[in-house]
């Protein structure tokens, strides 16, 4: 009886393992389907051009150039606000690596606009090879304007066909485009410029003195009206446009004596900082005057004159 009990416990282990062998050829031969598979699969950002007019998609397409954005700032907050979601808005929907810089003038001296955009292009323009100089009250919104590299010559984003306010021809203030080389070439701009104006016509002389072309955006759907946005309030913020000493006669004239070569400032910090979405740096840019050439970086104000506008008065 024991021998046939061995002979059954043999066999029925033998059995077992011999189902076992079948049953995983049978698995290791079979189709394994992917059907159910759930894998998160990472890929490559698409390369295309936002035909949509959606803002809020961003164009990956990587760009040849690199633009920083010039902006000369002093107590414009509440523009600046407005100005840095506008323009990431704006820009996102072209081909472009860009960056916004805001030049923020913290001495005591007046306004220098000029001044600004040759401390913020000797401070950037090794990462970047084309700037964008740009007023922060003037804001585009037709999307036909086009921020791309400037390969032949300065272009006039906010040209006098265009801009809401200035006509005259060789207007080519509130935004210019303009590469690297060609602002080396004319030497930058004047630093003569205290207070409001003129710093861009004398910009002008020195582009048409060098052989540069300004070209200007063409067969653009808007006019004057529609084109851009100007944002400045004349009545909350006036403009500094007071002249002293021989201020007058000397800005009328081509500066052969200033530049990008002879600009004096100080960096006193630098911030990044993001308004919105927006990424921003700020350079806090202190100037320095040279009064015995520039005596009006200073100017006393009086009023009270017949017709209603500021006199001019000469310090002892």
Same mark, same amino acid.
């Given at each position: ?112 606009? !000029?001044? /600004? %955009? ?5 401070? @950037? *323009? ?7 100089? $740009?007023?922060? &009250? ?71 003195? !060098?052989? /540069? %072309? ?5 067969? @653009? *759907? ?7 946005? $100007?944002?400045? &309030? ?83």
């Amino acid at each position: 009886m024991e021998v046939v009990w061995k002979s059954i416990k043999f066999k029925y282990i033998f059995a077992c393992i011999l189902i076992t062998f079948i049953i995983s050829c049978l698995i290791s031969i079979a189709p394994i389907s992917i059907d159910e598979c759930k894998c998160e699969i990472t890929t490559q950002p698409s390369h295309y051009n936002n035909k949509q007019g959606n803002s809020d998609v961003k164009t990956y397409r990587k760009s040849e150039h690199r633009l920083a954005v010039l902006v000369p700032f002093r107590d414009r907050f509440e523009e600046l606000l407005i100005f840095a979601p506008h323009m990431k808005k704006f820009l996102d929907k072209q081909t472009i690596d860009y960056h916004i810089f805001i030049l923020n003038q913290v001495d005591r001296f007046r306004f220098n606009r !000029a001044s /600004l %955009i040759n401390v913020g292009f000797l401070e @950037i *323009s090794k990462a970047f090879d084309y700037i964008a100089i $740009h007023d922060v &009250d003037l804001l585009p919104v037709n999307d036909e304007l086009s921020y791309s590299f400037p390969n032949k010559g300065p272009h006039h984003v906010s040209s006098p066909e265009l801009h809401p306010r200035y006509h005259y021809p060789t207007f080519i203030g509130g935004i210019l485009l303009i590469k690297r080389d060609h602002f080396i070439q004319v030497n930058g701009m004047s630093n003569k410029y205290w207070g409001w104006g003129l710093e861009d016509d004398e910009f002008y002389v020195r582009l048409k003195e !060098a052989g /540069l %072309i300004v070209s200007r955006p063409q067969n @653009i *759907s808007t006019g004057t009206h529609n084109t851009f946005k $100007h944002i400045h &309030d004349r009545n909350h913020r006036k403009r500094d446009m007071i002249k002293c000493y021989n201020q007058r006669e000397v800005t009328r004239k081509r500066d052969r004596q200033t530049g990008l070569n002879n600009v004096s400032y100080k960096i006193l910090g630098t911030i990044k900082m993001t308004i919105g979405d927006t990424s921003l740096t700020v350079l806090n840019i202190s100037l320095m005057c040279d009064k015995l050439n520039t005596p009006w970086c200073e100017c006393d104000k009086v009023v009270g004159s017949k017709d209603g506008k500021s006199k001019e008065k000469k310090k002892a």
